[in-house]
């Protein structure tokens, strides 16, 4: 391997242990065998801090935070042999939440398929985007003016 892949391979694993794992500098240090000072210039010259904050944001991770939320509220209702009102409420407010980001899809997740959707199909069809693209807009503007998502 050459010593620029190593580098890349190593840059690419410092990022995902910083911004999916949030592992500290120095841990990430330890485990990739690159320097602090350079594990923070990556950080700061490729908006890590950024990244990770969007991470924490989506979709499936909000729902592994409620679930695991849940668990925790779960397990310690199991344990004390009775649910206080506080806890039930808890529950039913993260079970409610849980719910909603499942069957729901924002549309600017929609806008922004749509518009991968349409350059990809760009290069191969122009006509067939055409059509695709007048359907795609007919198709969000309904959804926004009903107020309603997938």
């Known amino acids: 391997m050459q ?4 580098y890349n391979d190593r840059k690419e694993s410092a990022r995902i ?7 500290t500098i120095s841990e990430i240090a330890a485990y990739t065998g690159a320097d602090e000072a350079t594990i923070r210039h990556w950080i ?15 979709r499936p991770n ?15 209702a199991k344990e004390e042999g009775n649910t206080n009102p506080k806890t039930v409420d808890l529950i039913l407010k993260y079970t409610a939440s849980v ?7 924002p549309i600017a997740t929609i806008i922004e398929v ?3 959707f349409t350059t990809w199909l760009l290069k191969k069809d122009l006509e067939l985007t ?16 009903a107020n309603m998502w997938l």
Not at 17 to 23: A, E, G, P, S, V
Not at 44 to 49: F, I, K, P
Not at 63 to 76: A, I, P, Q, R, W
């Open 17 to 23: 242990l910083y911004t999916k794992q949030d592992y």
């Open 62 to 76: 909000q729902l592994t935070h409620l679930y695991d939320l849940l668990e925790k509220l779960n397990k310690d």
């Open 114 to 116: 749509a518009e991968l």
């Open 130 to 145: 055409k059509t695709v693209t007048i359907q795609l807009n007919a198709f969000i503007k309904q959804r926004i003016a």
């Open 3 to 6: 010593e620029a892949d190593k």
């Open 44 to 58: 700061q010259s490729g908006a890590w801090d950024g990244m990770k904050r969007s991470l924490l944001t989506s």
């Open 99 to 105: 719910k909603n980001l499942e069957t729901t899809l």
